[in-house]
């Protein structure tokens, strides 16, 4: 029996059912996201408006009706298909080369004292690099072609996930380990049943800070010679003098990462269903 069942047999307010504050947020859970929606359609009808009106010059920053269009037409034309297809299969590269990099190294420097003392001074110091820094040596040692855009955005992809892991395991609650002991778990399923549990919330936030340094970085990874993404589109409107065009491909990241993000998000709900937490699940 969970903690709330155990508070709702004895008559005491549960978390969910007692607390107004979570309560209403479990019944909003249907709908609530529509909420997110007010304040970009404010801005972008009060735009629109003021373009209209006379109030604004729409040459360097035009209407969102003009963005859209553009979009529309791009979309039209089968050439935002083939922008986005080369940036994500790009992003989803360079993700899994990332999370798989972060997750094995962030575990190593948290379980072991010599590998942390010996790897993550470093690991700290090239953290602290700037993305466009890696393009000079990057191009040298990778060329201009795709081995060096999905490295980039792995780079971007390491960092907070190993941060994350790292810093998870070595805050892991000492009475957590104790309670295992005392069980006389084996180390498989210390791991499994304490270890994993525990540093899963963290793990999943890193995911999505990760994933969105990866969208980040894929630009500047785009910059270096792209023929087709959605970095190359930017590019390519900057050169023309085409806002629309620059303003759809950012409208384009923007649409993408909040899917993507969104995706994680659904997964963390399910895998972490067990957890107590005020956040209502979607």
Not at 191 to 200: E, F, K, M, S
């Amino acid at each position: 029996m969970s903690s709330s069942e155990r508070l709702l047999d004895t008559g005491q307010p549960g978390p969910i059912s007692g607390d107004p504050i979570v309560g209403a947020g479990v019944r909003r859970a249907g709908w609530g996201w529509l909420l997110g929606l007010i304040l970009p359609l404010a801005l972008a009808l009060g735009y629109e408006a003021a373009v209209r009106l006379g109030w604004s010059n729409c040459r360097l920053l035009p209407p969102p009706s003009r963005i859209i269009a553009t979009f529309v037409a791009l979309a039209a034309s089968g050439e935002l298909a083939r922008h986005i297809a080369a940036t994500m299969g790009r992003v989803a590269l360079g993700f899994v080369l990332g999370v798989a990099a972060g997750t094995i190294l962030g575990a190593l420097t948290g379980t072991f004292a010599l590998a942390r003392r010996l790897l993550d001074p470093s690991f700290q110091a090239l953290r602290s690099i700037p993305s466009i820094a890696w393009v000079p040596i990057f191009i040298l040692w990778f060329g201009i072609f795709e081995l060096s855009k999905v490295l980039l955005i792995a780079v971007g992809v390491f960092f907070p996930i190993y941060l994350a892991l790292s810093a998870a395991i070595l805050n892991l609650d000492r009475k957590l380990i104790e309670v295992g002991r005392i069980f006389r778990l084996s180390q498989g399923a210390m791991i499994w049943r304490v270890l994993l549990p525990a540093t899963l919330p963290a793990y999943f936030v890193a995911l999505r800070t990760g994933l969105g340094l990866g969208w980040m970085f894929v630009v500047a990874a785009e910059f270096m010679g792209a023929s087709e993404g959605l970095g190359f589109l930017l590019t390519d409107g900057q050169m023309t003098g085409n806002a629309p065009e620059i303003l759809a491909s950012i409208l384009a990241f923007a649409l993408l990462g909040k899917l993507t993000d969104w995706g994680i998000v659904l997964v963390s709900d399910h895998v972490l269903r067990w957890q107590d937490s005020l956040r209502p699940r979607r």
